[in-house]
Each structure stands twice: as structure tokens, then as C-alpha cells.
């Protein structure tokens, strides 16, 4: 495995505690001849887990930005592992496999990225079977969050997937320690958008107008996030079978859908 001193900018920690690693692993279902893409293999602790239950006959493509890594993980990794220096913000999964093929995504996600990560694999048109990625503690708990205390992290994994929490995840797990708590969460992937989530594009723009002043009436953050009159955002409200005075966070993902088809 590789040894380079972790990067600040690039928020890495990396993950040390096996017990850990193999969590991650249990927590998307990895078996033997699985393909795997791991996001951020860092030193490759991961990668060599990852390798030993997928076997041989599996497969795992490992995303990682930093140059050096990527070089040195070049040397270490079983001939099954492949490299590829990227921004998985940026990734495209068919273009990683050669094709749209069944995977399974894993990864340590560093913590300023994780969601543009996770957005760009569950919004894609290759999508994974299944996802457990180990992010900081309060972002995994809004990716379960239900209405009540719902945002927009929650709608954006909660409109592809089912998340759950698998395991807390204490900062002596890590090399360097972070100054919070992780956790693991597990994603059962839908094989297409929740039910009504037809426009994703109009679904995030109408979420995003209700969120962008979360504390007021919808009434008033709809029109203050859409630019138009709040009689305009009540009538939407209306035709979408909403009370004009609840808030963002006790929409379900069922009644935005509604609220962007209206």
C-alpha cells in the first residue's frame, strides 16, 4: 500500500481500521466476480479488501484524483484492480467499465465532495446496484433524514435510492484523525427514479426554490426561490394538493414530485 503523507486540500483521511473497511464492503453486498467502482482508494486500504472478496474473477476500478496515489497504487494493486486518475466528481461509470455494465459503488468520499460524488453516480445513466460510501456523520444523517427534518441532501439521495446507516465510524479510524464523527451508509439503489420523479432537472429546481429559505412558509420560499408573485407560488402550491403554509423540510419526495409535475 502506498505511504504518502495525506493532502489537506483534497480532505484526506484515510481509513485504517479493517473492521471498518470490511463493514463497507458487507454494506453494498460485495461478493465474489463483482464489479466494483471504488471513489478515492487513497492508499489502496480499501482497494485490497475490496479485491480479495470480488476474487479474481471480479472486477474494481478505483477513481482516484491525486497523481502520486494513483502512480504508486499502479505498483501495488492486484492485476484485477485497474487505476484510473480522475475526478469523480466528473466520472461517467459506462466510460470507467467500457460499457454499461453491473457494479457496485464503494468509497471513503472525502468530506467536501461527497455529494457532487454521489450525485454524479445516482443521476447518470449507468447506475450501481448498490452504494456504501463512509461520509461525515451529520450529512449521513440528513441522506436518511425523513420529512420533518428533510433537505436537500436528502432528496438528492432518497429521489435514486433507499439509505440507511450501518455503522458509526469514531475518528481514530482514520490517518489523520478528522474532528468529526462518520458513519457507513448503505444505498439500495432504485433501478429508475422514485415514483414521480419524472424531470429531475425540474424536481431539483422546484426543491431547491422551497429550500432556499427553509424557515419560511412554502408559500413565501417558492416565490422568494422562483422569482414570481407568492399568489403565483400559492396557486402552484394549490394545484399540487399542498398547504401553502408548511415547510420545505416536511415534504416527502412523493409530494415534490407532485409540487414539479404541477
Not at 244 to 251: D, E, F, I, K, N
Amino acid at each position: 500500500m502506498a505511504n504518502a503523507a495525506p493532502k489537506r486540500s483534497l480532505g484526506q483521511h484515510f481509513l485504517t481500521d479493517r473492521n471498518i473497511l470490511g463493514a463497507i464492503v458487507d454494506a453494498a453486498g460485495v461478493g465474489p466476480g463483482d464489479t466494483v467502482i471504488e471513489v478515492g482508494p487513497g492508499r489502496g486500504a480499501l482497494s485490497a479488501v475490496i479485491a480479495e472478496r470480488v476474487g479474481a474473477t471480479g472486477r474494481v476500478v478505483a477513481v482516484e484524483l491525486d497523481r502520486a496515489l494513483a502512480a504508486t497504487l499502479r505498483t501495488t494493486m492486484p492485476a484485477h484492480v485497474e487505476i484510473v486518475e480522475a475526478d469523480a466528481r466528473q466520472a461517467d461509470a459506462a466510460a470507467l467499465l467500457g460499457g454499461c455494465t453491473p457494479y457496485r459503488l464503494l468509497g471513503n468520499l472525502p468530506y467536501y465532495a461527497a455529494m457532487p460524488i454521489l450525485r454524479t453516480f445516482l443521476e447518470g445513466l449507468c447506475l450501481p446496484i448498490a452504494a456504501a460510501v463512509l461520509v461525515q456523520r451529520e450529512v449521513a444523517e440528513q441522506m436518511c433524514a425523513q420529512p420533518g427534518r428533510m433537505s436537500l441532501v436528502s432528496l438528492a439521495v432518497q429521489a435514486f435510492g433507499t439509505p440507511r446507516i450501518a455503522r458509526l465510524v469514531r475518528p481514530g479510524a482514520f490517518n489523520p484523525p478528522p474532528k468529526v464523527t462518520s458513519a457507513v451508509v448503505a444505498i439500495e439503489v432504485f433501478r429508475e427514479p422514485a415514483s414521480g420523479v419524472g424531470d429531475i432537472p425540474a424536481f431539483f429546481r422546484m426543491a431547491r426554490a422551497g429550500f432556499s429559505t427553509p424557515r419560511k412558509q412554502l408559500r413565501n420560499a417558492i416565490a422568494n426561490g422562483l422569482g414570481v408573485p407568492p399568489a403565483e407560488a400559492e396557486a402552484l402550491l394549490a394545484r399540487a394538493g399542498i398547504e401553502p403554509s408548511r415547510r420545505a423540510q416536511t415534504l416527502s419526495i412523493a409530494e415534490w414530485a407532485a409540487l414539479a409535475a404541477a
